[in-house]
């Protein structure tokens, strides 16, 4: 089944709290059960049918639990909304696109759910008609909740929150033999200043410490899954601690469990924070990006902005060994570039049209130089590929690296564990949306 992009969820909503769209949602019921097989399959008789003992069951339709159900449903739904007039995205093939006369219809599709953002009441009627003339529908009205993520509008100021607030609850309550109730400390960072959490620090297999550990592996393992979900939908202050401890699921060590334990004391006192959009300038497209030398493999991280809203980011170790701080930025901004190309293609789908290429800010200023000097050879023949990719697209306009100081790097929390001082003044820097205006003129 065809799930949305939480990056393509993230840009509707910002975009459409900044335009005052119309935002509601729609539930398919039973959608499994309304495709119809291309195969023959056959199934036992079901218990408490009164039929010969030989017989069995010839399917005509789709049921839950089939192999192709998901793909049978989503070729379904996907040939009704085209057949209807709607052009689907090539970047993200959950987005659905209708535009004509001034009026627009987007839709955003997961499984069996539809996100749906418009500034005709009457052309969604329209199609909440005929879809439900077709598949059993209902309609939930106003966006209230999208994928367990409350939603709350104020429309007056142009202003959407999303939080997971009940879900940060829901996992203290269900983990609460990971927070160590005796610590009454407050913590204002998610990781103690400097922590290695790398591989290195799981213990030996077939040891007495990892014996003694069994138990805590698997609730470790779902932890740390419920903090990935957090990070990648709504928490991006936490997006560091969450990539570091998944990469050691299996083998946990100590430090790593105490590592959890200090991100959910982290998330009981910080459990009310939203992501919020709301927009303090025009259709402006921006993303910053920093990278960590201090590991054997660097961490790079990225955050995107539309209209002065944060709606995307990334926290990653790169694959290679880089060998100078400089590279490692500079694979740092190439990992970026390749995320601005796949946002400028949906905004492109989405008839958005962009001036200029796409500021990237970087606190490297020999990676800056890098990506625009043509005859940097020595520097660069190591890491020829990557260099001469990110060299294109600043070539050809599509992103315009950046300077910018390090104090104002706010990528900086998705690359290390800050001080608790430089933590809590990036995220201030992160919430004040004026600032965001004016980076050029820090800049200069």
């Known amino acids: ?22 935002l509601s949602s729609i539930d398919i019921r039973q959608a499994y059960l309304q495709a119809f097989l291309g195969v023959d399959i056959f199934m036992r008789i079901p218990p408490g049918l009164h039929t010969p003992s030989d ?5 005509k339709r789709s049921l839950y639990g089939l192999k ?22 090539h ?34 009627e329209k199609f909440v008609r005929d879809l439900s003339s077709r598949f059993p529908t209902e309609d939930k009205g106003a966006l209230t909740w999208i994928l367990n993520v409350a939603v709350r509008r104020e429309r007056k100021s142009r202003c959407l929150h999303l939080s997971q607030e009940l879900y940060v609850d829901d996992l203290l ?70 990539s570091q401890l998944s990469r050691v699921l299996t083998n946990p ?43 054997k493999f660097s961490c790079s991280g990225a955050m995107m902005f539309v209209h002065g809203c944060l709606f995307h980011w990334f926290s990653k170790m790169q694959r290679s060994v880089t060998l100078s701080s400089a590279e490692a ?14 946002v400028r293609e949906l905004l492109i789908d989405l008839g958005i049209k962009l001036k200029g290429p796409t500021p990237l800010y970087c606190d490297s200023k020999s990676a800056v130089e890098m990506s625009i000097d043509p005859i940097s050879f020595k520097k660069t023949k190591h890491i020829l590929r990557a ?9 050809r306009l599509i992103v315009e690296m950046q300077h910018l100081p390090g104090r104002l790097m706010i990528a900086d929390i998705l690359t290390k564990a800050c001080a608790r001082v430089t933590f809590i003044q990036l995220m201030h820097l992160l919430d004040d949306k004026s600032l965001h205006m004016h980076d050029d003129e820090d800049v200069n």
């Open 1 to 22: 089944a065809t799930v949305v992009k939480t990056l393509t969820i993230r840009l509707i909503l910002a975009i459409a709290t900044a335009r005052d769209y119309n």
């Open 253 to 295: 060590g100590p430090i790593h469990i105490r590592a959890v334990s200090r991100v959910l004391i982290y998330l009981r006192h910080t459990k009310k924070r939203t992501l919020t959009f709301n927009s303090t300038e025009g259709m402006y497209f921006k993303a910053y990006v920093d990278s960590n030398w201090s590991a």
């Open 173 to 242: 309550m269900k983990y609460g033999e990971f927070q160590h109730e005796e610590v009454t400390k407050r913590f204002d960072s998610p990781l103690e200043e400097g922590v290695d959490l790398s591989p290195d620090h799981s213990p030996p297999v077939g040891s007495l410490m990892h014996t003694n550990l069994t138990a805590q592996r698997k609730v470790y393992m779902s932890v740390v899954g419920g903090l990935l979900w957090l990070a990648n939908m709504t928490r991006p202050d936490i997006a560091y601690a969450a």
């Open 68 to 89: 192709q159900a998901g793909r049978d449903w989503a070729t379904l739904f996907a040939s009704f909304l085209t057949t209807w007039g709607m052009r689907r995205s």
């Open 329 to 342: 930025e500079f694979f740092g901004a190439m990992l970026t570039a390749r995320e601005i190309m796949f």
């Open 55 to 59: 017989s069995v069951c010839k399917l």
């Open 387 to 395: 260099a001469e990719f990110l060299k294109d697209l600043v070539l």
């Open 91 to 124: 970047i993200d093939v959950c987005l659905y696109t209708y535009e004509q006369g001034g009026s627009v219809l987007w839709i955003l599709i997961y499984v069996d759910d539809a996100l749906i953002a418009d500034n005709d009441p009457k052309l969604r």
